[in-house]
């Protein structure tokens, strides 16, 4: 049996969030404005399944599966938002479930650090694979399960307001974003993230 942990679909990938996705996805890259779907499941392995239903069901193109110790992740993409949600909904029928039978997002820490000093900000550029991020400027971190939900506040922050995204981690036991800009823009994005989790329904975590 599947357990749906997250269903996140995006109707925009915003630019920096497709460039992103092209330094740490293995598979077909997605590009600005395509429409996105984040299926994460447990069992892991079972991703390749659910890839398999999506991609003869639709035209929509894979930009990750990743199976790893405890879930499985996979994201889709395609030019057209309805083609995008026909995947999903194959997948859906597949497993026995609904959009709602995901996990509702609980956000584990949600951070901002001003001013930051040029000693951390060597640490975290060594880690990144978006944006570097300068002495002086602002640093919000978020943490959340399940890890797909990342993807979605790291969307929405971008649209909101002009930062840099420097990290984004989609997949795992927990999603991390780290973001990067002036304060008075991540200001703006902290809030535009959260409330993009806390909108989303779905059944208490366990």
Do not use: C
Not at 124 to 133: C, D, F, Q
């Amino acid at each position: 049996m599947v357990d749906l942990r997250s269903f996140v679909f995006l109707d925009s990938l915003q630019p920096q969030h497709a460039a992103f996705l092209g330094t740490v996805a293995k598979g077909f890259l997605p590009v600005r404005g395509q429409a996105s779907l984040f299926i994460e499941i447990a069992p892991g392995i079972e991703i390749n399944r659910l890839t398999d239903i999506a991609v003869k069901a639709t035209s929509v193109k894979p930009g990750m599966q990743i199976v790893e110790r405890l879930y499985g992740l996979l994201e889709l993409h395609h030019d057209e938002q309805a083609e995008v949600r026909r995947a999903g909904e194959a997948i859906l029928k597949e497993i026995g479930a609904e959009e709602s039978s995901r996990i509702k997002p609980e956000i584990l820490s949600s951070t901002v650090i001003r001013h930051l000093d040029d000693r951390q900000t060597q640490l975290i550029n060594r880690v990144r694979h978006g944006h570097m991020i300068v002495a002086g400027q602002t640093l919000y971190t978020l943490e959340v399960q399940p890890a797909a939900n990342a993807a979605l506040a790291a969307n929405e922050a971008e649209k909101a307001a002009r930062i840099k995204v420097l990290e984004i981690v989609s997949f795992g036991s927990l999603g991390r974003v780290y973001l990067a800009g002036e304060d008075r823009d991540i200001d703006v994005a902290v809030p535009a993230a959260e409330r993009a989790l806390s909108g989303l329904a779905g059944r208490a975590g366990k």
